[in-house]
């Protein structure tokens, strides 16, 4: 480094200081509020939303725009969107929570056995994994959905699975870089056991790249949740902003209801930016030269 | 397997008879053993033409006939859309790599993440409200105005047609994907630029452009063919969805109506050929990055 | 001020200094506020010329080195003045910079493994450092680079070769050929035998030897290697702290130091002849940023007394005709 190196020394360990520059970045500020806020709604759902969206007979006329009574206008069926759009958070982020943790923990658990034990146990997961890596995610999960029949655990059962390896991959080859390290070695050296190297050593040191690449994934797992249940292979009966668009790619066009689609749509986009935005901010905490400010 | 096509033929109101009902299944080899099944399979699978067996959808046109007739439209979509993102992603991530920080760098990643979380058939929705229903100013359905077939092929003189066909499909791949691109090649930038080698050229006396791009953005590629293989994955799944918003005679549409269907040796058959297709393109991927970055012999 | 006039009176060249540094103070801006890398620093080169620049690991001579080239990027300040053949380098436009780096003043940098761009052919390099600089047709060009390879004992047909296929010292001498592409009056050595075995670097300084003799380039040399300097310099310039605190020939200075801290500097040499005995060095560490009050050495020095915790010396003329900044050289009685 051409630089001087830095004269005060710090006063607060590494990561306290660190988590502190992630709350005050604006980034993560905007993030951790677009979460919380859709998390409420999704969570108080039953008592917030002004109807049920599976109300029958449905509460307004169909097709029918915004205005005071149905804040989001109607759907085909006369359901109103707005409450559709709130139930349909607790589906879209339930299921992209429960993959993003799924994936990470199976892809984590491989990736560092994998990484640390090496050899034979690394080749052998390895070859696994490519073989998922490889193949295109979408047609994948179209065809082990359509065997499996549509249902919301499939969706979340096929989202998983096209997830993990990367994942897995990703933590491997930092496991792989940590295990060189000296500190790894001198544990190695004072008798402690495999178990202890990895979860006291490895899995922290991890954390951070595990923690932004699974937010990042809840993203993904909301953006193709959305998807497969665009094309009918979701659970149609269930509302959730993906069902709502593969019934408003049919019907809201012609009818001119743009509101019907435009409003989960944006919803998808806000959550998808929300835990991108937080990502992105741990990212680049911690590797100072991807900073924008 | 659940979802047996048979259950389907057997539904009463088409097939009443039990006879006709194990003439069926003596038709499709349902009633071999499995692993007979399996081995017939893969026997058909590795001649040529592949033989996927018929297709329910369109029966009896073999799924490989099926899925052939519809390849070069999906082919033709995200080849183009390919390269087209592949360059604007590029340029983009070198210009706004050279100044990080910067008020261009900051907008443009705020709008290239926006654009990036939007689900591809949502835009796709959208463009075709604004653009085809709205304004008029492109078709929304279908590859060519005409109808055509095996037997009544396009045309030169039906290309300009078939490029304002598949304009707003392209959009809605090019919008959706290039921030891929885009972002990732701004932080190899940003990397390169810190690069002992930077520093040398510039106590060249080069000039900013010849640093940026003879040098830096030169070095900074290499990753982004990668990415390019790595993509393509990524765009097939953007396409099939695409397709299904603008009824775009590709495979992805076909996917569709195999899913509607329960048409499954036609989605097993999709299945296999959007891999081998994926799986080539990755391939070719790493054949030029070995051929553009001389540390690597291949 | 005053002091700085004694530079003037070596005896070397009666013709104009090549380089002069004038004042040169030169600090970053860090998430902790400004850094003062280099203080008040002030030197000449005269042509044909070597002047070693010597000191340990963050001291700012690099910073320094930079600084002649104006390599330093937007958020480190530079204040006072350089100047080459009369012209103040820091007054340049940008575009004047451009053309004024590498026809006049070129570079070795630190780690030139580095340096070199991985996916362009080392004759492909030197070329555009040529064209860049030249209106030049592309095959007087190639001459030129072939020229210039041969001239550091590299075959002209390797030109066709990637960075990646030479070794560690082939390419040390690829980016000194590229250096001297353009004959510069001046090239900024730094730290160009650190990453080599004694065999090259031996070849290393022959050749810089060479180039000084029949080119009459002046070198400006950093390195932290005394033995290495003491070898290569006509005179030395000794940095401590972000300061110069003792310059003059050669001999006078590693022979006869009169700075304290050259004084040690040149004791922790270990010897190769003579009876074995335990090595020197200098204890305590060097500081960076937060200067001590009063002469910056004078927590390691085995001679301070309480003027060198007061007052910060100035450069004066020792009794060796080396210009020192230790208040020994007007209190000698103190020692």
Redesign the interface.
Known sequence: MRKSELITKRTESHEVSKLRNIIVDRRAQIGFGIIIVFSFLALTAPIISPYSPYAFPSPGRPYSPPSAKFLLGTDYLGEDVLSELIYGARVSMLVGIIVAFLATTFGTIVGVVAGYYGRFVDEGLMRATDIVLILPSLPLMIILAAYLGPSLQTVIFVLTVTTWPLVARVVRSQTLSLRERPFTDSERVAGASDFRIITKILIPNLATIIAANAVLMVTTAIVGEAGLDFIGLGDITVVSWGTMLYWAQSYAIFNGAWWWVMAPGICIVLVGLGFVLISVSIESVFNPRLRTS | ???SPITYFANPHIITSPAALEALKQRFGLDKPVWVQFTLYLENLFSWPPNFGLSYLFYPTPVFTVIMECLPWTLFLVGVSTIITAIIGILIGVVTGSR??SKL??SV?SVS??L???????LG??L??IFG?TFHLFPIAGAASRGFSASNPLGISDIPDVLWHAFLPMMTLVIAAYAGYSLIMR?TM??EL????I?????????ER?VLL??AA??AM?PMITLIGLN???V???A??VE??FAYPGLGYL??RA??A?D?PL??G??FI??VA??TA?YLADLTYAF????IKY | MSTMAGLRLEPSDAQAPLLEVKNLSVSYKTGFGQVKAVDNVSFTINSGEILGLAGESACGKTTTALSIMRLHDKNTIIEGNILFKGKNIVDLTDEQLREFRWKNVSMIPQGSMNSLDPVMTIGDQIIEAIRAHKQTSKSDANATMERVLTAVAIHPSRAKNYPHEFSGGMKQRAVIAMALALEPQLVIADEPTTALDVVVQKQLLDLLKQLREHLRISFLFVTHDLSVISEISDRVAIMYAGKIVEIGQNKAVLSHPSHPYTEALVDSVPRVFGKRELLNSIPGNPPTGIWPTGCRFNPRCKYAFDLCREREPELELSNTGTMSACHLISHPNRA
């Open positions: 397997m659940p979802g990080p920080g760098d900051t990643i993440m926006i990036w979380t939007m689900p591809f058939f949502w929705i959208i075709l409200w229903l932080n940003v990397n810190s690069q002992d080698y520093l040398m050229a510039r106590a060249k006396g080069l000039s010849a003879g040098h030169r070095n290499l393509v994955g990524y097939v799944s953007g099939l969805l299904i918003v996917t569709y899913v509607l329960h499954f989605l097993q999709l299945f959007v891999s994926v799986v990755n553009f970055d001389p540390r």
